[in-house]
């Protein structure tokens, strides 16, 4: 049972090429999240998809776009990377979209835009 | 709008020192609030939560109990750890329908040994 799981680990970007970040969990959820955490400022939210086929906007939705796959997969595509998305990001999954379920993160991404 | 405002780090203990990191909030209604967790290279984990006035959420020694005269959700361990180093997350949800976790910035602890 890996959890939730993100790839790359890594990644450097020059600014105006595009990346999509991967996520998948195995704990059967219903809903996903992608966050961003930068220095100083926590985390905050990117995307959600309360649950399979359905996505809205977080708190910081410019610039970025998502998919969500299919129940285990939910992708987050940056189309022109500027470098004030330098940031890490982390992929969350519960079994609702309800606060009182606990939110299970990823390891997170460490992207870098030049 | 929701804000969680925690004290600012970094924080340095020896072991077995009593642990307190402040977290107050500015919310409508009836928030939970949460603490989480962040060991070195992994990503956020629920430590404890309190879902309305008066509770006391614990787990692995850390305590919490939501004040809400204070508007706050103090963390607390007696003797903390080395392997309790890590950056804690105050977070807040106001359960009025959006779903939303809104996070504080983050206190690093360090536990020297």
């Known amino acids: 049972n890996a959890g939730v799981t993100q790839t790359p680990k890594f990644q450097v970007l020059k600014t105006g090429q595009s990346m999509t970040l991967q996520c998948a969990q195995d704990?059967?959820?219903?809903?996903m999240y992608w966050y961003r955490q930068d220095p100083g400022m926590g985390l905050r939210l990117i995307y959600y998809?309360?649950?399979?086929?359905?996505?809205d906007k977080g708190e910081v939705p410019n610039g970025y776009n998502v998919s969500r796959l299919n129940k285990r997969e939910f992708s987050l595509r940056l189309e022109s990377a500027a470098p004030s998305q330098t940031s890490v990001y982390f992929c969350?999954?519960?079994?609702?979209?309800?606060?009182?379920?606990?939110?299970?993160f990823g390891p997170g991404t460490r992207l870098t835009v030049t | 709008g929701d804000s969680v405002t925690q004290m600012e780090g970094p924080v340095t203990l020896s072991e077995e020192a009593f642990l307190t990191i402040n977290c107050t909030y500015t919310?409508?209604?009836?928030?939970?609030l949460f603490w989480y967790v962040q060991y070195p290279g992994e990503g956020l984990q629920l430590l404890l939560k309190?879902?309305?006035?008066?509770d006391k959420g614990s787990n692995k020694g850390f305590e919490a109990t939501y004040r809400k005269e204070t508007t706050s959700f103090h963390l607390e361990k007696g003797s903390v750890q080395v392997s309790d180093s890590a950056v804690y997350f105050c977070?807040?949800?106001?359960?009025?329908?959006?779903?939303?976790?809104?996070f504080g910035t983050g206190t690093r602890l360090t536990i020297i040994p």
């Open positions: 969350a999954s519960s079994e609702a979209h309800r606060t009182t379920y606990e939110q299970y």
């Open positions: 704990m059967n959820h219903n809903s």
């Open positions: 998809s309360a649950s399979e086929g359905t996505t």
């Open positions: 919310a409508t209604g009836y928030p939970s």
């Open positions: 309190a879902t309305k006035a008066d």
């Open positions: 977070a807040l949800s106001n359960n009025f329908g959006n779903e939303k976790l809104t």
